[in-house]
Structures are given as structure tokens and as C-alpha cells.
């Protein structure tokens, strides 16, 4: 029998509510709301021969999928700019201030001991023949259903209803920020300036984080459940920027052939941040999200970190006839977070290119010919106070009962950091080569750009996770050698140039080749652990990619049969790890393309990415709670896994004995099952990214009206994802981790992509 919601038919007892067995189409579908997004913005300038100004406003209002305004945005900008110039003297300067407010949708696995679980965790757990729709009773006590929605009696212990998920959790980020600078000019001599450029960069943030207790009642379906103790913090961080450049500036012609452009300069840059951190659980009171309303001792931190950048730089660019151009730079660098003798780093760079066709005959289909070729370095240094080891708050483990943490009693009490300084720290070093040609037929209407460059990274610094034997949890060193090469094609072509209509192409290309060649660790260490969730690991391994990620196996027979373990059929792990594949793509591509036809223009972009993997949180969850399509092998019966065998004393012999249901899940995922590669999926998508339709009114049309230009269009965003077969649990470009190299490697119950559609009007006056 077919029923459109769970409940379309209910028969019950006292405390479960039954329903026939039946999927739901969309039934994930219907939680989300449509979003909106508006943006607005006016700008006046003017000026005269020797001043002008521009003061622009901006503001944008946004209220995502969800129901709620759990993951809505607010943005105001307002910005001033502003020049003057007498004679030799010149000054200009831009003053800008922004004001944000978001609250965003958490992700991750959630703490029943804090704040409790996360909406994307629990709509994901959502089995297939469960209804949303009929979720949304647990906003009406009145309802029938009501009492079947609530923490005690939701159809399982091991999740919640996201209704309940959403509305009793939540957060709020403030943001104020002001940045500009100033910039002095004078003109020396005929051929040489200097400017003095100065400016800062402040901001004042403040983000409150909660959840509400959920208690379970004792004796109902679902009383084997943690108890949610809720939780409260608050973070207020402030973050400081200082920034100068004095710049002597040299430009000279000798004669008609020769000119030369230079300059010299010198850069301070001093940043610091302060944080300042608390936080309780154990509520006392529901719905009360204040500091006080905890008798549990909070957890409090406050942090502050100063750095400071002193560099020299210089460039010239020497030029011939309009064709041939030499130029040589190079840049000295002293860092505060590098230990002494070590925080001062010099990175050159130089560059030739030649535009050919300007000296030589070529065909008139070939009118532009250039080459080019280039070799820099570039340095980096670390983060603050990562070469001394410090000192934290204490903590005390008490067995399987938790930690003890300082103050505690009246009493204080410091340990030395789980992340020891590294007084060996020496500063990052780039260098890279790079080779192009640049072509142009068919008057220009067709344009090719071929490029091959060669980088190495030597003293790479990441954050090292490290043995729990060592007494410390990470390290901040340097990673010893890493290589990146790729070719990069870009060809523009105009196959359709006419008097009103014109049709552009544009195709990028690149192939990237990654290699660790060294690690540079002492003892000679060929692989170390990056990250890891669960079982699947990110490793830095010599002769791999950097970012290789690896994950159990099973076991096998020398014929490749898989071995199993004869007491209850499941496959059994191997001591050694299988690379499953790097997060870094084979090679990408992307196509863009548009068509103008009076005053119309279409237009769109899209790119291929092929290759690569990524660690899947949500794909585990799916594997976890049966709704990934694989966990329907043999009809959910008991079944043998195929091409398996028994170890004997005799050798191997055909397994005959089934895996359970209750062993199902350790088989499709469990933490100790080789099969979490299932849970490693591929990164490869192409994504229709833009398509916009413009139309821009004829100035003529205009010239009664106050309005100097005027354009009117429609737009979509992100209007197709596809991946292949081994991926239909999410985006390959969601990222719940962060930007560094260790939290590249994939998602952890990030929340769904969604499409962009649009309208917008430009006036200008």
C-alpha cells in the first residue's frame, strides 16, 4: 500500500506509532525552505582636475534553505575614497566600514554532553520511508502525532528530529570592521617619485553559541539515549593591522629603444589578535542561554598573539623596442615567529618575454607571437609562538570518569602545552620556473596560451599530528620537499564576429602532477599522518601525492579471494593500508562562452574537475543508517560475501557462513571494518556554475533621462552538479574542515548545494 505521508495510515500502541513500510518520494526534499538573497548598492563620485571623491553604500540580506533564519546573513558596507594633487603633491586615501551579522548551520557529529547533535546529522539519518513533513508535528502539541515526535519516542534512539535539532540550538556571529590607508605621494625629479603608503585593518567580533537540555523520561522507547545537558559559549575576538610601504619609484626612456621602470621599497606589517573564551554546559534552566546558568565550572581561555613583518623589496623592468622585456626583483623577509638565526628568508625572482611577431615576418594568419619565461621564489613564515613551548590551563585525567580541570577547588594549576615549540623551525621556501607561449590567428579572433611550470617547496610548515606515545597531540614543523608541475592551455576563440552579433569561447585547461619527495623528518620517516576521521587516514607518503589518503583493507588469499573470519562471516582486516587515491585532481577544465546581439548578452561558464578523492562523512551516515543504496545487497537478508573464503590449517576452503543482520553494519562501515573505503569517494564533477542573460539599453534611449547607462538581466547559479556513480552523497567541494592542507581531505555532515536564481538592475547617473 501506497501512502504519501508516515502517518497516512497509523494504527498504535501506547507509546509507538506503526506505519506501512513504504519510501517517500523527496522526503529530505521537503525540510527545506526557498532562500533569498538580496544585494544593493549606490555609489556618487565626482571630482575636478585636481580632487575627486567617491562614496559608495552596500547592502546585503540574506535567508538561506533552511526553515528558520538559522543560516541567514546581513551585511552593510559603507566606503569612502577620496584624491588630491598639487603640483608635485598628491594624496589619496579610502576609508571603508563594515558590519556583519550571520547565524550558519553547524556541521560535524554534535555533543549530547554540550550543545547537543547538528541538523545536517539528523536529516541525513532520516530513513527513507520516514516523512519530514510529518516531523514538523513536534511544533504543535496539539497534534496527534506530537508525542511520537519527541525525544522519548522518536522512531530511534540513535538520532533526533531535526525540528527538535533546530529549534533548540543556534548562533550568532557579529562582526564590526574598518580598514583603509592613506597614501602619500612627491615628485622628486622629472624621472623619480616616492610614496608613503599607510593603513589598517581592525575588526571586533563577537559569536554565542547554544543548545538546550533534552531530558528523556525514564521507561519510554527511547530512554537508552544520551540525556542532551546543553551548553552555552561565547567567543569576543579582536584582531589588529598594521600596514606601511615607502616606495621610491624610477621611470626613465633613453632615447627612442630603451626605457626602464623601478622601484625600491620597504613594508611593516604588524598584526595582533586577542580571544577571549567561555563556555558552560549542564544548564539548569531550558531555554536559558546565559553563562550563569550553570553550577558546572566554566571554560574559560583567553589567548593574544602579536607578529611582525619587516621586508625590503626592489623590482626593475627593463624594456627594448617595445617587444623585449627583462625584469628582475627580489624581496627580504624578517619574521617575529621564526627562531633567531633563522627568521630572515630572501626570495628572487626574474622573467623574460619576447613578442616575436613585432620583430619578426610572420604569416598574415599568425599576427601575434610572444614567449615568455620566468623563475621566482617566494617565502613563508609560521604562526605566532609556535617555537616556544607554553604554558596552558591544567587538567588531571580521571580514569574512564573524565578530567579534572583547573581552577578546581579554589586551587590553579598550568601544565605545559600537548602541542611542544619547534626551535628548529626554519621558513618556508618556494621556488618555481615557469614557460609560455602565446599565440594569435586569424586576427586575434583566435588566441592560444600554452604554459609548463615547475615548483618546489622546500620546509613547508604544517601542523604534525603525533604519537600519543610522545606525550604531545601535534607539532608545527617543517615538511621537507613537495613538487608540483602542470601544463595550462587557455584558447580563446570568436568563431562568429559580425556587425551585431558576436560568439566567444574559452577553454582552460590545466594538468597538475604532485609528488612528495621528501619528508625531511629525523630517522628518515617516509609517511606521517595528516588527519584522519575514523579510520581513513591523510598522509604525507614519499613517492605520493601530498594529501594521499589511506584506509584498511581486507584480507586476502594468493588468489584474491577475500578471507573471513569463520565465526560470523565478515571480512578480515588487513594489518596493512591501501592508498585509495590523493585529494588533488588529475586535471581540470573549464569553458566559458557568450553571445551579444543588440545590446543582449548570454552568457555561461562551467568546469570539469576529473580525479581525486575525498574523505565523506555524510556517505558514512547513509552507510550507518541503510540508506545507501549498496546496504540493499541480497534484499537485507543475511547473505555470503561473495569471492570470500575460510583460513584453514589445511589452507583456504569456500566460506559458507552468512554475515547477520546484526553484523550488517560493522560489515558496510563500522570502525573497524575494512570497508570503510566505502566512505572515500571520488572528486570528480562538472558543475554548470553561471548562466546570465543581460540586456544593456542604448545610451540613446537614455538621453531624457537623468541615467547615464542602464542594464537589466537574469541570472542562475550553480544550476547543475553531476559526479559519478561512486558519488550521489554530495558535493565534492564541500568542506566542513578548513583551508589548511590537513582539513582539505573532505566533509563532515556538511549541508546540501544549492542552486541560485536571480534578477538585477545597474543604473548609473
Not at 7 to 15: A, K, N, Q, V, Y
Not at 210 to 217: E, L, Q, S
Not at 234 to 243: G, K, W
Request: neutral net charge; glycine residues 10%.
Amino acid at each position: 500500500m501506497t501512502v504519501k505521508h508516515v502517518f497516512g495510515e497509523i494504527s498504535w500502541i501506547t507509546r509507538k506509532c506503526w506505519k506501512p513500510f513504504s519510501a517517500q518520494e523527496d522526503n529530505l526534499k521537503d525540510f527545506f525552505d526557498k532562500g533569498y538573497e538580496w544585494n544593493n548598492s549606490i555609489a556618487v563620485s565626482g571630482g575636478t582636475e585636481t580632487a575627486n571623491y567617491r562614496v559608495a553604500y552596500s547592502n546585503a540580506t540574506a535567508d538561506g534553505v533552511v526553515p528558520t533564519n538559522a543560516d541567514s546573513y546581513k551585511r552593510n558596507t559603507l566606503s569612502l575614497n577620496g584624491g588630491l594633487k598639487l603640483d608635485k603633491f598628491s594624496v589619496n586615501s579610502n576609508i571603508n566600514y563594515v558590519h556583519k551579522n550571520q547565524k550558519v548551520i553547524a556541521t560535524g557529529q554534535g555533543d549530547d554532553a554540550g550543545s547537543g547533535k547538528v541538523v545536517w546529522q539528523e536529516i541525513i539519518q532520516i530513513p527513507r520511508d520516514h516523512s519530514i513533513v510529518d516531523s514538523k508535528a513536534l511544533l504543535d502539541p496539539n497534534s496527534p502525532y506530537y508525542k511520537f515526535m519527541t525525544l522519548d519516542n522518536y522512531f530511534t534512539p540513535y538520532a533526533q528530529n531535526p525540528y527538535w535539532t533546530l529549534y533548540n540550538q543556534g548562533n550568532n556571529y557579529d562582526e564590526d570592521r574598518i580598514f583603509g590607508n592613506i597614501e602619500f605621494g612627491y615628485q622628486l625629479l622629472k624621472d623619480l617619485d616616492v610614496k608613503f603608503r599607510v593603513g589598517g585593518d581592525y575588526s571586533d567580533a563577537f559569536q554565542k553559541d547554544w543548545g538546550n537540555v533534552g531530558k528523556i523520561t525514564p521507561g519510554t522507547p527511547n530512554s537508552s539515549a544520551n540525556n542532551v545537558f546543553g551548553g552555552v559559549s561565547q567567543l569576543a575576538r579582536q584582531n589588529r593591522q598594521f600596514n606601511s610601504d615607502l616606495i621610491f619609484n624610477f621611470k626613465h626612456n633613453f632615447g627612442s629603444r630603451f626605457d626602464v621602470q623601478a622601484f625600491l621599497g620597504h613594508n611593516l606589517n604588524e598584526r595582533t589578535a586577542q580571544t577571549n573564551f567561555a563556555k558552560v554546559t549542564n544548564l539548569d534552566l531550558p531555554g536559558f542561554y546565559n553563562l550563569s546558568n550553570s553550577s558546572v565550572t566554566p571554560i574559560t581561555f583567553a589567548t593574544s598573539s602579536k607578529r611582525r613583518l619587516v621586508g625590503v623589496y626592489g623590482q626593475a623592468t627593463f624594456g627594448f623596442d617595445n617587444w623585449l622585456y627583462l625584469t628582475v626583483g627580489a624581496r627580504n623577509d624578517w619574521s617575529s615567529t621564526l627562531p633567531k638565526g633563522k627568521n630572515s628568508y630572501f626570495y628572487p625572482s626574474a622573467s623574460i618575454s619576447a613578442v616575436l611577431s613585432d620583430v619578426f615576418k610572420l604569416p598574415a594568419e599568425i599576427p601575434f607571437v610572444k614567449v615568455r619565461f620566468a623563475a621566482a621564489s617566494a617565502g613563508n613564515d609560521a604562526e605566532p609562538y609556535q617555537i616556544y613551548s607554553v604554558y596552558v590551563p591544567g587538567s588531571i585525567r580521571a580514569g574512564g570518569f573524565g578530567s579534572i580541570n583547573f581552577p578546581f577547588g579554589g586551587v590553579n594549576a598550568y601544565e605545559v602545552s600537548n602541542n611542544p615549540g619547534n626551535q628548529a623551525l626554519k621558513p618556508e621556501i618556494s621556488t618555481e620556473y615557469e614557460g609560455g607561449l602565446e599565440l594569435g590567428f586569424f586576427g586575434r579572433r583566435v588566441g592560444l596560451d600554452v604554459s609548463y611550470y615547475n615548483k618546489l617547496t622546500k620546509n613547508q610548515i604544517i601542523s604534525l599530528n603525533l604519537e600519543p606515545a610522545t606525550g604531545a597531540t601535534a607539532q608545527t614543523v617543517n615538511l621537507g620537499s613537495v613538487r608540483n608541475k602542470g601544463v595550462e592551455l587557455a584558447l580563446n576563440l570568436i568563431p562568429v564576429r559580425a556587425e551585431k552579433f558576436e560568439w566567444g569561447v574559452t577553454v582552460n585547461y590545466n594538468k597538475i602532477w604532485n609528488e612528495v619527495e621528501s619528508l625531511g623528518l629525523e630517522g628518515g620517516s617516509g609517511n606521517i599522518l595528516l588527519n584522519s576521521s575514523y579510520n581513513v587516514k591523510l598522509r604525507a607518503v614519499v613517492g605520493k601525492p601530498l594529501g594521499a589518503i589511506y584506509s584498511p583493507d581486507v584480507q586476502r588469499d594468493p588468489n584474491g579471494n577475500i578471507i573471513v573470519n569463520p565465526t560470523n562471516g565478515l571480512p578480515l582486516v588487513s594489518s596493512e593500508e591501501t592508498y585509495r587515491g590523493s585529494i588533488n585532481p588529475n586535471y581540470t577544465l573549464g569553458v566559458s562562452t557568450y553571445l551579444d546581439y543588440k545590446g543582449f548578452r548570454l552568457s555561461a561558464n562551467g568546469d570539469y574537475r576529473n580525479g581525486g578523492v575525498f574523505y565523506s562523512y555524510t556517505a558514512r551516515l547513509n552507510y550507518f543508517n541503510g540508506n545507501a543504496y549498496m546496504t540493499q545487497y541480497n534484499d537485507r537478508e543475511p547473505f555470503v560475501v561473495p569471492g570470500s573464503v575460510i583460513k584453514t590449517d589445511e589452507g583456504y576452503v569456500p566460506n559458507n557462513v552468512p554475515v547477520s543482520r546484526a553484523d550488517v553494519y560493522t560489515y558496510y562501515g563500522g570502525s573497524t571494518s575494512p570497508n570503510e573505503y566505502n566512505h572515500v569517494l571520488p572528486k570528480t564533477f562538472f558543475k554548470l556554475r553561471n548562466v546570465s542573460l543581460t540586456y544593456t539599453i542604448p545610451k540613446k534611449s537614455l538621453e531624457k533621462l537623468p541615467v547615464r547607462g542602464a542594464s537589466v538581466g537574469i541570472f542562475g547559479r550553480n544550476l547543475i552538479l553531476w559526479t559519478p556513480k561512486g558519488n550521489h552523497f554530495v558535493d565534492p567541494e564541500a568542506n566542513t574542515f578548513g583551508t589548511s592542507l590537513k582539513n582539505l581531505y573532505g566533509e563532515f555532515a556538511a549541508g546540501p548545494s544549492t542552486a541560485t536564481y536571480g534578477v538585477q538592475l545597474n543604473l548609473s547617473f
